[in-house]
């Protein structure tokens, strides 16, 4: 079993530095190949929901913007109790915005996007609506559901658009595919130590 995690755990690792390596490497990418280069700083707010009982994640975050291409760090805070759960990555490519010659009057502040994330918590409580699940089907139920704490890994691929607010604030919408895996809580639950999911997000964005 330990040998189980530790191979898990070196996985978790190799994931999170090919997400690292392939942004950089779609930076570098973009910065040869660019005569004007746009760098860009700043910070964003989101609400997101998935499917892995944890209920609503705020995220602040920090981010990096080299053309079309952006890397993201933010902290994984739950509606529930605002307990700080933990911490994720994004990394986002531009598919078109005002920038591009083919993007119309029409579409002049949206911008289409495509992402990948990677969320890690290791500090989540259940939701309330996922605990009030817990006590339907289990009534005699003696496991303090209120108190259970949970580590899940959690990733998504998926797409999403900006709209344009200001000149430096955007709002930022998105959905994801992917799944959640557990790797340390209560098991015997309805909830799902396992899954697939859709994640929705949206929030706003600052550039400075």
């Given at each position: 079993?330990?040998?189980?995690?530790?191979?898990?755990?070196?996985?978790?690792?190799?994931?999170?530095?090919?997400?690292?390596?392939?942004?950089?490497?779609?930076?570098?990418?973009?910065?040869?190949?660019?005569?004007?280069?746009?760098?860009?700083?700043?910070?964003?707010?989101?609400?997101?929901?998935?499917?892995?009982?944890?209920?609503?994640?705020?995220?602040?975050?920090?981010?990096?913007?080299?053309?079309?291409?952006?890397?993201?760090?933010?902290?994984?805070?739950?509606?529930?109790?605002?307990?700080?759960?933990?911490?994720?990555?994004?990394?986002?490519?531009?598919?078109?915005?005002?920038?591009?010659?083919?993007?119309?009057?029409?579409?002049?502040?949206?911008?289409?996007?495509?992402?990948?994330?990677?969320?890690?918590?290791?500090?989540?409580?259940?939701?309330?609506?996922?605990?009030?699940?817990?006590?339907?089907?289990?009534?005699?139920?003696?496991?303090?559901?209120?108190?259970?704490?949970?580590t899940a890994l959690e990733a998504?691929?998926?797409?999403?658009?900006?709209?344009?607010?200001?000149?430096?604030?955007?709002?930022?919408?998105?959905?994801?595919?992917?799944?959640?895996?557990?790797?340390?809580?209560?098991?015997?639950?309805f909830r799902d130590y396992n899954?697939?999911?859709?994640?929705?997000?949206?929030?706003?964005?600052?550039?400075?």
């Open positions: 079993m330990k040998n189980q995690k530790t191979k898990f755990g070196q996985k978790v690792q190799y994931t999170f530095k090919g997400v690292c390596i392939l942004a950089l490497s779609f930076s570098l990418n973009n910065a040869m190949h660019s005569q004007n280069e746009k760098t860009k700083f700043g910070i964003s707010a989101t609400t997101s929901m998935s499917g892995q009982g944890f209920g609503a994640m705020y995220t602040p975050s920090l981010f990096y913007k080299l053309n079309d291409c952006k890397i993201e760090l933010g902290l994984n805070i739950q509606k529930r109790k605002f307990n700080i759960s933990g911490m994720q990555i994004n990394f986002e490519y531009t598919l078109f915005d005002e920038s591009k010659e083919y993007n119309n009057s029409c579409a002049g502040d949206l911008e289409l996007f495509v992402y990948s994330t990677i969320k890690y918590n290791c500090n989540a409580y259940l939701s309330k609506s996922q605990i009030n699940s817990e006590k339907m089907i289990v009534t005699d139920s003696k496991i303090p559901f209120d108190d259970l704490k949970f998504y691929i998926g797409f999403g658009l900006n709209v344009k607010l200001t000149e430096r604030l955007k709002c930022c919408n998105s959905i994801g595919f992917g799944g959640w895996k557990t790797l340390k809580g209560e098991r015997y639950l899954g697939v999911s859709i994640m929705l997000t949206t929030g706003l964005a600052l550039n400075f």
